[in-house]
């Protein structure tokens, strides 16, 4: 079972990235799926999750500019963010869980977002 996380990179604030959740011997949409970032001396937070039904949540941190979406053909969950401001920058990780006591967690992509 893997996890991989992609997308990230440097951009300007104001600019958008889009990041990839992409799963492998494991049935993605079963899971919840949700986004986690941590900056550099700060703890992790939840950005945002979506449930095999699609439901989904947002920090208010991000509420209306980022967009959490799955496509259970390509396996994989996205992350559309918008409007990137500074303090977005941090290295985003993916988490499934929610079958069983499953919990998978993808390796970090690191965004940077530049004033």
């Known amino acids: 079972v893997q996890l991989q996380a992609s997308g990230g990179g440097l951009v300007q604030a104001g600019g958008s990235l889009r990041l990839s959740c992409e799963a492998s011997r494991m049935i993605l949409a079963r899971y919840a799926v949700a986004w986690y970032r941590q900056a550099p001396g700060k703890e992790r937070e939840l950005v945002a999750s979506?449930?095999?039904?699609?439901?989904?949540n947002y920090a208010a941190s991000v509420k209306d500019r980022f967009t959490i979406s799955r496509d259970n053909a390509q396996n994989a969950v996205y992350l559309q963010m918008n409007s990137l401001e500074p303090e977005d920058t941090a290295v985003y990780s993916c988490?499934?869980?929610?079958?069983?006591?499953?919990?998978?967690w993808g390796q970090g992509t690191q965004v940077t977002v530049s004033s």
């Open positions: 979506i449930t095999s039904t699609r439901t989904t």
């Open positions: 988490r499934a869980y929610g079958v069983g006591h499953n919990n998978y």
